[in-house]
Structure formats: structure tokens, C-alpha cells
Nanobody
């Protein structure tokens, strides 16, 4: 079974940066679409960004465009989410999820595997 583990969360001030990591075990990221989601307190979960390997393609929600960058490193089987110019509204628990790439489409809400997540807190 695929396992995902996130890391890199923390507390930063407005305008700061964080890089989140999502590492897969047991299977290569080459076969999966990896999506970052977030859920703030009292809010619904929302997609942030996604990446596929075949072909290499990235997707972003509007609020993430220009501030967040998703990337992958197949050598270490990890997907990253670089978050710059953070604002308090980015405060949330961030999760990565994986789905067999051939069955995935941007906007999917059902995923086969989820990580436990990592907390991001942005203070003003």
C-alpha cells in the first residue's frame, strides 16, 4: 500500500516562505498524480496544486498561482510545495494525496491515499 508522509510545516510571519514535502513509499511517484490539499479551521478542504509525471504537468488553484510552486524529485520519490509570500489566509493543515495517474483529473476529490498532513500557520 502506498504511504505518504508530509513534512515542512511550521509557523511563519506574513510574507514568509515554507517548503512542504510529500514523500511516497512503496511505489514510485511516476505512476501517481500527487495533489496538495489544505483545510483551514472551520473551512472545507480545498485543492492547492497538483503534479503528474506522464507528461510532467502542474496544476494550481487560482489563489496559489504566482505564490506557490509544485515540483517533484523522482530520485527521492518526493513532491514539494514551495510557498512564498504567505498570508494569514494560508493558515491550514496541508495534506498530500495520491491517485493512479491514468484515472486522475484535476478537480478529483476522491483519492486512494492520503498523508496525515502538516500544519502551516501564518501570522500577521
Amino acid at each position: 500500500q502506498v504511504q505518504l508522509v508530509e513534512s515542512g510545516g511550521g509557523s511563519v510571519q506574513e510574507g514568509g516562505s515554507l517548503r512542504l514535502s510529500c514523500t511516497l513509499s512503496r511505489f514510485s511517484i511516476d505512476f501517481y498524480a500527487i495533489v496538495w490539499f489544505r483545510q483551514g479551521s472551520g473551512k472545507e478542504r480545498e485543492a492547492v496544486a497538483a503534479i503528474t509525471s506522464n507528461p510532467l504537468t502542474t496544476y494550481y488553484e487560482n489563489f496559489a498561482k504566482g505564490r506557490f510552486t509544485i515540483s517533484s524529485d523522482n530520485v527521492v520519490n518526493t513532491v514539494y510545495l514551495q510557498m512564498d509570500n504567505l498570508i494569514p489566509e494560508d493558515t491550514a493543515h496541508y495534506y498530500c494525496a495520491a491517485k493512479w495517474e491514468r484515472l486522475w483529473a484535476w478537480g478529483d476529490t476522491k483519492y486512494d491515499y492520503w498523508g496525515p498532513g502538516t500544519q502551516v500557520t501564518v501570522s500577521s
